[in-house]
């Protein structure tokens, strides 16, 4: 009994911390996209400084494609701006909100590009954002990298977008499921094939190179 | 992350680390936490390197720059759209065609008018008696006119 009642309290504890830790930074967002409403670009400017950062690297990860990700998050905060109104802080979280449109944005981005690859629009698929893991530098710190960025590259759309909304976005689970449209077991599922997926990946290419 | 990259931003985004946007909140707190301290479970320890090789430059104040512009030239646009829309609905055109043909109707009669006008009061001179008024009859001496008639 005690140890069900301790084992309850850490878990109220460390609810009640994120909670708290959770607060100032909606605030903030919140406090922001009433500005945006209203019509303010400086509060616009704002918001593109505290979450362009994490949208652009999660769309280039997961596009694939710099310049893709450049418009999609451009679009996004387009999209913000005339959408700010709509914008309900008791349904959605800011951020969970921003990283939805995103990866809306995203998921159309790709089947343009398909569409484009599959007309011959474009010759090539270039794809500065995964770079071959032979092209980075020799140092084997970034050349591990190099790899991982490959294995995030390799992996299914589905479990891609939920590992860099979890990685990247920093959300939880319930949170990357309502980004993603989908059931919290499902996210959970996700997530734990593409890490599987990510080392197996990782471990093939360690693998290679010993042999060489 | 650097130590004056986090100095950086603590001025920006202040110092409590943990209401930081994403993902700078989780570069400061693997900061803080150092690289010696290895991560609780593997999990934990993937989703570190995931981080670390998805990260990659970014220009913010350029995006800023490049979205307010987008917005400014939306709304130039907004308005362009707005007008030519206007403009090109079935019930403006019918109702400009109409405008356009009254115009065209009444400057019709209005110059008639006036040139009909000007007929009358020349014929109503030549009735009266009086054409040198009228400028049918050209009666001036010198040109034998008068002698003819």
Known sequence: MAIVTLGFAAFAADIKSRIVVEKPRQREDDDLLGRIAAGSQGALAQLIARHGRGLRIFAARYLGNASDAEDVVQDVFVTVWKNAGRFDPRRARVSTWLYKITANRCIDQRRRRFLRNFIGLDDLDCDPASEAPDAEARVSDRQELSIVRGGIAALPQRQRMALLLKVVADLDVPAIAEVMGTSTGSVEQLLVRARRGLRNHVAAHEGRERNV | ?149
């Open chain 2, 1 to 149: 992350m650097t130590e004056d990259e986090f100095a950086q931003l603590t001025r920006r985004f202040g110092k409590d680390v943990t209401a930081w946007p994403a993902p700078y909140r989780q570069q400061a707190l693997l900061l803080s936490a150092g690289r010696q301290d290895s991560p609780s479970d593997r999990d934990e320890a993937l989703d570190r390197l995931v981080l670390e090789a998805a990260l990659d430059d970014t220009d913010e104040q350029r995006l800023a720059s490049q979205v307010l512009a987008r917005i400014d030239a939306d709304r130039g646009r907004t308005f362009g759209t707005r007008l030519s829309s206007f403009l090109l609905r079935p019930a403006t055109m019918t109702a400009c065609s109409a405008l356009l043909f009254l115009a065209l109707a009444a400057g019709g009669y209005q110059l008639a008018a006036s040139e009909g006008n000007a007929l009358d009061a020349k014929l109503l001179a030549l009735a009266t008696g009086s054409p040198a008024n009228t400028g049918l009859l050209d009666l001036s001496p010198d040109d034998g006119t008068e002698n003819a008639l």
